[in-house]
């Protein structure tokens, strides 16, 4: 029987509250606002069992498929849903649509078979008892890839799983107790890593309201009570990230990185700097130099090297910049990403 994922709207609503009474340094940037405004309205109209197939909730950080067609998403959307209404269109687009989404299946296949091809062997080694589940939220990006699993799993999880390989590669972490992420999306990265991790490892999450609200949900439905919300720790003046000796995941909202305590072990953020604008980001580097021992490690990826037209968003050169305490080495893997490693 697949697990479930519940829904939390007391979290939602305190999450939400909290937000409007913190600094704009904690609020979404330019970038990220529409998506949030979209998706805090959409979590409370739609399943959250259906957030990977859903992209009013999930476009932008999970891996949805299709063409968002509800007319609730934007203007752009609410023309279509009018021409949609018109006789012989609607059932032309929906005929695209699905051939879309029968491409969108077919590539994230291929990509699958060419992270097996790439890592396959490497991947296996790292996660000897196989992948966890991957395919909760009604994911449908899925390949098969049998040197790693005997059932098809999410692409984005292969793509995360191949990820850890090559960091590990290059920024090892020798002892992992604690891991601290921010924009961690719906928490796939984190899930992986607690996968097989030593039985006292402390994961601290840290998002906005509506990512770090869909985290918690859908990492309560694979961990339980491991699993500690913003309702938890939201009185809380000082939260403590050392390893207290057992398996904890801690969500939090981006106000309460100001206050964490202790050191951090491995530090990974990917693509959201790119999001945020630079003073936000400096705002971050500020707060995890508090955090930061000798030998803490970093991973950091970067998908934007230019302005954006519409928000400001913080470049490679300003994220380095904002972490200057630490000796950062900068590998571009492909043309897309650039990664950071310290």
Not at 9 to 17: R, T
């Amino acid at each position: 029987m697949p697990k479930k994922i519940k829904a939390d709207f007391e979290l939602l609503d305190a999450l939400e509250h909290d937000s409007k009474n913190v600094a704009d340094i904690y609020r979404p940037g330019p970038y990220w606002q529409p998506y949030e405004t979209r998706m805090l309205r959409a979590l409370r109209e739609h399943d959250i069992n259906s957030f990977r197939n859903n992209p009013l909730i999930g476009k932008g950080f999970a891996d949805t498929i299709g063409i968002p067609f509800d007319k609730n998403f934007n203007w752009k959307a609410r023309v279509l849903h009018v021409l949609f209404q018109l006789p012989g269109i609607g059932s032309h687009i929906t005929q695209l649509r699905e051939q879309n989404i029968n491409a969108y299946k077919q590539v994230s296949n291929l990509n699958g078979k060419l992270i097996e091809a790439r890592n396959g062997e490497a991947i296996a080694s790292r996660f000897p008892n196989g992948l966890p589940e991957t395919t909760i939220g009604s994911a449908r990006s899925l390949a098969a890839v049998p040197s790693i699993s005997d059932v098809e799993v999410a692409t984005l999880y292969l793509t995360m799983a191949e990820r850890i390989v090559e960091w590990e590669a290059v920024a090892p972490c020798k002892s992992l107790r604690n891991y601290l992420e921010i924009g961690g999306g719906f928490g796939a990265f984190a899930h992986l890593l607690a996968h097989g991790a030593p039985s006292n490892l402390t994961i601290v999450l840290v998002d906005i309201p509506s990512t770090i609200y869909v985290a918690t949900q859908y990492l309560k439905a694979h961990f339980g009570g491991a699993v500690k919300s913003y309702l938890e720790t939201r009185h809380m003046t000082d939260i403590d990230i050392s390893s207290d000796g057992s398996f904890r995941i801690l969500c939090l909202a981006p106000w309460q990185i100001e206050t964490l305590s202790g050191k951090i072990d491995l530090f990974h953020n990917s693509s959201s700097f790119s999001e945020m604008t630079p003073e936000i980001v400096q705002n971050y580097a500020k707060k995890l130099q508090k955090l930061h021992k000798e030998d803490s490690r970093y991973w950091i990826q970067l998908n934007k090297f230019q302005l954006n037209e519409n928000a400001r968003v913080c470049l490679p050169d300003e994220v380095i910049k904002a972490f200057d305490y630490l000796d950062l080495t900068s590998v571009q893997p492909d043309a897309a990403t650039i990664r950071l490693f310290a």
